[in-house]
Structures are given as C-alpha cells and as structure tokens.
C-alpha cells in the first residue's frame, strides 16, 4: 500500500508562489499515476492536476492551467506542485493520491496540507 504524506502549505499572498510536496512511500513501481485534488469549505473535492510517473505525462484542471505545474522526482520519491500566481480561490485543503495505471480511482490518499490565499 502506498502511504503518502503532503507538505508546504501555508499563507501566501495573492501573485505570489508555493510548492507542495508529496513524500511517496510504498511504491513498487512507476506504473502510478499521481494526483493533486483540492476541497475548499462547502465545496467538493475537485480535480487539479495529475502525472504519469512512468511517463511524465501530466493533465490540469482548466483553473490551474498555465498556473500550476506537476512534477515527479524519482530520487527522492516525491511528487511536487508548483503553484504560481495564486488566486484567493485556490484557497483549499490540498490532497495528494495515488492510483495504479488502469486502476478506475484512486485508493490511496494523503492527510492533505493547507493552502490560504490572501487578498
């Protein structure tokens, strides 16, 4: 089972930058695909961005694109975003998952790191 612990969160202004970080742990392999969702108060969990770690193929939610940038280092087994030009409403707990390739959802789930945007 793959255990995944986030970090980075914090205060940030609006137009200014954070990265999260995703420590991975429990991977046997790089057939995962790796996904960063957000859920602000009142709001469903929603979809930002995610990665093929095998390939490093990578798709975004159409609010972040062109703002925020997934990555993956496999060295230190850790997955990354960089979020650039923040908004207030990126304002949300941000949650990072893993699933295999093929798998139809993602089974497993970090505890999630706290991103508050000023205005």
């Known amino acids: 089972q793959v255990q995944l612990v986030e970090s980075g969160g914090g205060l940030v202004q609006a137009g200014g930058s954070l990265r999260l970080s995703c420590a991975v742990s429990?991977?046997?392999?790089?057939?995962?695909?790796m996904g960063w969702f957000r859920q602000a108060p009142g709001k469903e969990r929603e979809f930002v961005a995610r990665?093929?770690?095998?390939?490093?193929?990578?798709n975004y939610a159409d609010s972040v694109k062109g703002r925020f940038t997934i990555s993956r280092d496999n060295a230190k087994n850790t997955v990354y975003l960089q979020m650039n030009s923040v908004k207030p409403e990126d304002t949300a707990v941000y949650v990072c998952?893993?699933?295999?390739?093929?798998?139809?959802?993602?089974?497993?789930w970090g505890q999630g790191t706290q991103v508050t945007v000023s205005s």
């Open positions: 429990g991977r046997t392999s790089s057939n995962y695909m």
């Open positions: 998952a893993a699933r295999r390739i093929g798998a139809n959802e993602y089974y497993s």
């Open positions: 990665i093929n770690w095998s390939s490093g193929s990578t």
